[in-house]
């Protein structure tokens, strides 16, 4: 396919400039001005244009869980919401542990993905943190990082072994860091507010005993160690530390954390109910201090989404989980960019180039050559979050009828226009992509 994109602003690393782009069989061709070629040409009247965005934490449910999402209708969520490339987490049904997992995935993204799907192998055997998975294997096949999302390698044997097998071969641990010992089973943060809803509270020193925790095996060993979805204001302040050290370590935030309070839970809101649990305005502002003084390397969606009678019970027994893929983008540029809280060119990396450097992948560049892997936004372009339109079968939100700015209105994955004005699979020559990383 061969499409010509008039009258763009261009926005990746090298700055902001206007000029026009044309792709070619998967890869940016030629950008300059007043470009006449080939194919079909499609005028942007000044829209910007981004490197694709990147989610590096996302869960698609399958196999095993296909009554929450697919590949299929995660995929077709991510390119609405302008991810060009997303990580699948391992803790599915049976849990992707083994190469033939790695492979199931990738075989099922290629056949139904409409972006590209990066697969995660787990760290330990179905992630009960007892025995280390094949992950040299899994790396192999395709997978991309290794972790026991949902649940933290408890036994420090066990991890700093996995850590020095994982620096023997370069590869990324992704920790989910939270001490069961020291949770306690909390369901939201510890606080008068949980106490006054008789709920138990998880106290944020377990979420910084695990990230100090793995910083030290991280140390000794030399891994390459991710950070995920950081709540509380004493892991980013680790994290800082260990930065200044030399630590190898990268750390992400979810929207959510960086824009919502414990307050969401009260009533029982089980919308509300995430894992690390939302915690206070201080941890919120200390998050956005992380992204802004480079602590915190990328923005994730942690898209969890689950069924709406999971979420219709007591706060106790529901899953924990908020779906991001669909709001993402647009929520942050309305909340911090346009507030004048994030600069617009940080929240372009945390989500293009953060997340790819994390993964040990090149910047993609807005340059002849590169990869057609494109985001294009409309700044002007505002609406609200309405659950009953989102593509993923997750409606799991605490955010309906907040502000959405700056929308996506067109994705590109290797070429092909997979989103348009909103709608997956109506653009020029749209279908599924036949790659997967």
Request: with cysteine.
């Amino acid at each position: 396919m061969e499409l010509l994109l008039k009258n763009a602003k261009l926005i990746d690393a090298s700055g902001e400039r206007y000029a026009d782009i044309w792709i070619r069989d998967g890869k940016i061709a030629e950008v300059g001005k007043d470009l006449v070629r080939p194919g079909k040409s499609v005028d942007l009247g000044g829209k910007v244009v981004l490197p694709g965005l990147v989610d590096i934490h996302t869960h698609l449910r399958e196999p095993g869980q296909e009554g929450k999402e697919t590949i299929a209708t995660g995929t077709a969520a991510a390119a609405k919401g302008g991810f060009t490339t997303i990580c699948a987490m391992p803790n599915t049904s049976p849990v992707i542990d083994s190469p033939l997992l790695v492979e199931l995935v990738k075989l099922k993204a290629r056949g139904q993905g409409w972006v590209e799907v990066l697969p995660t192998g787990a760290i330990t055997k179905g992630q009960k943190g007892e025995e280390i998975a094949e992950m040299g294997l899994m790396h192999r096949a395709g997978a991309v990082g290794f972790s026991d999302d949902g649940k933290w390698v408890q036994n420090a044997h066990i991890a700093h072994n996995a850590m020095r097998y994982a620096a023997q071969w370069n590869l990324l641990l992704i920790s989910h860091p939270e001490d069961s010992t020291l949770n306690a089973d909390g369901v939201m943060n510890a606080g008068p507010l949980a106490d006054r809803l008789g709920l138990k509270g998880s106290d944020p020193v377990a979420e910084v005993a695990a990230v100090e925790r793995d910083i030290i095996l991280a140390e000794a060993t030399g891994c390459r160690l991710h950070l995920t979805h950081l709540s509380t204001a004493g892991a980013v302040a680790a994290v800082r530390r260990a930065k200044v050290r030399g630590v190898r370590v990268t750390a992400d935030v979810t929207p959510h954390h960086l824009l919502l309070t414990e307050a969401e839970c009260d009533g029982y809101n089980t919308l509300a109910k995430v894992n690390p649990p939302l915690r206070t305005h201080e941890d919120c502002e200390a998050l956005l201090a992380g992204l802004l003084d480079g602590t915190i390397d990328a923005i994730a969606t942690d898209h969890a989404p689950h069924k709406d009678e999971e979420k219709k019970t007591t706060f106790d027994e529901a899953p924990a989980g908020i779906v991001g893929l669909e709001t993402a983008w647009p929520l942050l540029y309305a909340h911090l960019v346009q507030t004048g809280r994030l600069p617009l060119a940080v929240l372009i990396e945390k989500m293009t180039a953060g997340p790819r450097r994390i993964l040990g992948r090149e910047d993609l560049a807005l340059a002849a050559g590169q990869r057609a892997d494109i985001t294009v936004i409309d700044p002007n372009a505002q609406s609200l979050v309405n659950p009953a339109d989102f593509i993923s079968k997750g409606r799991n939100t605490p955010l309906a009828g907040w502000k959405l700015a700056g929308l996506p209105v067109m994705t590109i994955v290797q070429g092909q226009v997979v989103m348009l004005n909103g709608k997956v699979g109506e653009g020029p020559a749209a279908q599924p992509v036949a790659h997967v990383g």
